[in-house]
């Protein structure tokens, strides 16, 4: 069973920035690719940011130049470090995991949130 364990959150100012880390369990943990959702209140939960195996990356638009996605596989981790960041960003940021041959994220973690006061 795969677990994914995320940190980082908190509050932050306008223009500041934060680390979020997502620790995962499980022995393939380079062969999957891995994502980095957010939901905020009242909206659909969209994808932030992924990166593959073979360390190609996604960016949605609102974020590219400003946040970036990288993996430790050693420490089978995922990171989002993000910076400049905007009231806008507030949401539930969540971690995901594709494991190798499959369509879609088929795990995920609990979330931690990220609140950027104005």
């Known amino acids: 069973q795969v677990q994914l364990v995320e940190s980082g959150g908190g509050l932050v100012q306008a223009g500041g920035s934060l680390r979020l880390s997502c620790a995962a369990s499980?022995?393939?943990?380079?062969?999957?690719?891995m994502g980095w959702y957010r939901q905020a209140p009242g909206k659909e939960r969209e994808l932030v940011a992924a990166i593959s195996s073979v360390l190609s990356t996604y960016y949605t638009a609102s974020v590219k130049g400003r946040f970036t996605i990288s993996r430790d596989n050693a420490k089978n981790t995922v990171y989002l470090q993000m910076n400049s960041l905007k009231p806008e960003d507030t949401a539930l940021y969540y971690c995901?995991?594709?494991?190798?041959?499959?369509?879609?994220?088929?795990?995920w973690g609990q979330g931690t949130q990220v609140t950027v006061s104005s």
């Open positions: 995901a995991a594709k494991r190798y041959g499959r369509s879609e994220y088929d795990y």
């Open positions: 499980g022995r393939t943990f380079s062969t999957w690719s």
